[in-house]
Nanobody, 124 residues
């Protein structure tokens, strides 16, 4: 099993910054792609940014130029630096990881894991 623990959420004024962290722990062979998603009240969960194990990144249009995703492979941790925050960025932010794990049968699978979410609130 893989556990993802997020931290860094909170309340910030519009124009401010926050940095989210997500650390992976547990039993896995490797962590492949990692990502941040968010879900605002009454809305579907949406992809914010992704990063591969090699460091290639992709961003949703609504955060390009404001958010930066990065990772420390040695620490199995992914970060999301959020600048120029807007009230519409208010949401619960979730960490996602694709991990290569060894099953009980001795085979190897890539499985999808989620963190518990961290609240980000941006006041106007």
């Amino acid at each position: 099993q893989v556990q993802l623990v997020e931290s860094g959420g909170g309340l910030v004024q519009a124009g401010g910054s926050l940095r989210l962290s997500c650390a992976a722990s547990g039993s896995f062979i490797s962590i492949n792609a990692m990502a941040w998603y968010r879900q605002a009240p009454g809305k579907q969960r949406e992809l914010v940014a992704t990063i591969t194990s090699g460091g290639s990144t992709n961003y949703a249009d609504f955060v390009k130029g404001r958010f930066t995703i990065s990772r420390d492979n040695a620490k199995n941790t992914v970060y999301l630096q959020m600048n120029s925050l807007k009230p519409e960025d208010t949401a619960v932010y979730y960490c996602n990881a694709h991990a290569l794990v060894r099953t009980q049968r001795g085979t190897y699978n890539v499985r999808d894991y989620w963190g518990q979410g961290t609240q980000v609130t941006v006041s106007s």
